[in-house]
């Protein structure tokens, strides 16, 4: 669990991330980069941006992937826009339909990014952890907000 003068500390440093940069792809990598740095849990950090029934990947920081594009309804994250709400996965090796990046990930937290005016889901946060159950509510809570950060960001990528 994550006390909440960590989480305020890793948000305002997530806002100066954001702020800081130049271009929107600028600004959301310095803010995965941003919560890689805080949160030793969090061993692979990227926004999915939505386009039509896919996620694709935009700014993330951590190993290389090859899932570049997921079809809504699948993995982790597919699923989060399917069911229209956030996940919370704690061991992802329970999963039948799970998209592996990493032989190393074992949790994963997907976090739907809305657009402000209208809560239509635009993308998401995605991290993977290494140990099992390496997430919970007080991560979903912060992501949660970093998510309301970065969603004009995301709205504005180009991928």
């Given at each position: ?5 960590i ?7 997530c806002e100066?991330a ?34 039509g029934?896919?996620l ?8 290389p992937?090859?899932?570049t ?8 994250c597919?699923t989060?826009v399917?069911e229209n709400r956030?996940?919370?996965?704690a ?5 039948s339909?799970?998209?592996?990046c ?5 949790s994963?937290?997907?976090v ?6 209208t809560?239509?889901v635009?993308g998401?946060?995605d991290?993977?952890?290494w140990?099992?159950?390496a997430?919970?509510r007080s991560d979903e ?10 969603a004009p960001?995301?709205s504005?990528?180009?991928?």
């Open positions: 669990m994550i006390s909440r003068a989480t305020d500390s890793v948000f305002h440093a100066e954001a702020s800081s940069s130049i271009s929107p792809v600028e600004a959301v990598h310095s803010v995965t980069s941003a919560l890689a740095a805080h949160l030793p849990t969090y061993k692979w950090v990227g926004v999915y941006v939505l386009k029934s896919e694709r990947l935009g700014p993330y920081v951590g190993d992937t090859e899932h594009a997921i079809p809504v309804g699948r993995g982790v597919g989060a399917k956030n996940q919370i996965i061991d992802v090796r329970s999963l339909n799970y998209l592996s990493s032989a190393k990930t074992r994963e937290i997907v739907l990014i809305r657009e402000p005016q809560g239509e635009i998401q946060i991290v993977d952890g140990e099992p159950g997430f919970d809570m912060l992501l949660e907000r970093v998510a309301g950060l970065v960001l995301v504005r990528l180009s991928l």
